[in-house]
Each structure stands twice: as structure tokens, then as C-alpha cells.
């Protein structure tokens, strides 16, 4: 028995070459989740991966000498270049962003939104922001008295 194969080309090696799609490089992506707590005092950025193991926590503190600049947004600018160098050379792309405040506090510090705005700047893809700010349900008495703290 004899097969015969019908209507096949031969092409030259140049064409075989140029004829054949591209392929696309495809990046793993991995998760971490950011907690970002801003006080009016300081500014700690702690980086876990979605487990829960610690892969970065950098501090105001650690970037500047003076303490009164801990909460400074250029400060925790400087804070979040240092912790997306360390979490970048971990293969870390894509994030989950909780920030969170002081608990009776008015708000977050001045530091969050900075901190946020660099780690978009620094090319990492944000999945999500969450503000995790914990908020009294009753509990203890305030502290300060009946009328409050007189200044």
C-alpha cells in the first residue's frame, strides 16, 4: 500500500521562520498584601505575602534621623521606595492594600496616601485598597474626664 500526501508546500527555511507566531513571554504574577499603619506620629509599612509570612517591614524610623519627620509624606515616600525594592527582588507584582489609622484618631496620617501613590509610581499592579482603621464599639471609658481634656 502506498500513502500519498497531497497538496504539501515546501517552504524555504527563511519563511518557516517568520511564518510561525511569536510567543509571548508570560510573567507569574504573585500577590502580597501591604498594611500600611499612619499615625500622626510615624509611618510602618509591613509587607506579608498571602500566607501571612513577613516579607518586609520598614519603619520611619529606619529612613530618617530626626523624629519629628517620621510621619512626614516624604518620609513615607522614602519608606515605600525602600520596602517595593525588597519586595520587587522577591518577585512580588500584583498588591493588597489595607491602611489603617490610630484608633481614636481623626484620621489617618499624612503619611498613607504618600506611601500609596509610590507604590503605584514603583509599577506594582494594586488590587484592592482597604482601610482597616479599628473603630470603639463602647468599651472603656475615654480618657480625659466628663467635659474632656481642658487645654
Known amino acids: ?11 524555504a527555511p527563511s519563511e518557516s521562520l517568520s511564518a510561525e507566531p511569536e510567543q509571548k513571554i508570560v510573567k507569574d ?3 502580597g498584601i501591604v498594611y500600611i499603619f499612619s499615625s500622626f506620629n510615624n509611618t510602618i ?8 509570612h513577613t516579607l518586609a517591614r520598614i519603619s520611619g524610623g529606619m529612613v530618617t534621623k530626626h523624629s519629628r519627620l517620621k510621619a512626614n509624606p516624604t ?9 517595593a525594592e525588597r ?3 522577591l518577585g512580588i507584582t500584583s498588591l493588597y492594600i489595607r491602611m489603617r489609622g490610630k484608633t481614636r484618631a481623626p484620621g489617618m496620617g499624612p503619611g498613607a496616601h504618600a506611601a500609596v501613590k509610590t507604590l503605584t509610581k514603583e509599577g506594582f499592579k494594586i488590587i484592592s485598597i482597604i482601610d482597616t482603621t479599628r473603630v470603639p464599639r463602647g468599651g472603656p471609658k475615654a480618657k480625659g474626664g466628663k467635659r474632656g481634656r481642658r487645654v
Request: net charge positive.
Open 29 to 31: 504574577e504573585r500577590a
Open 75 to 83: 518620609t513615607a515616600m522614602f519608606v515605600a521606595k525602600r520596602t
Open 45 to 52: 509599612i509591613h509587607v506579608t505575602d498571602l500566607a501571612g
Open 1 to 11: 500500500m502506498k500513502t500519498e500526501v497531497v497538496n504539501e508546500e515546501k517552504k
Open 87 to 89: 519586595v520587587r527582588d
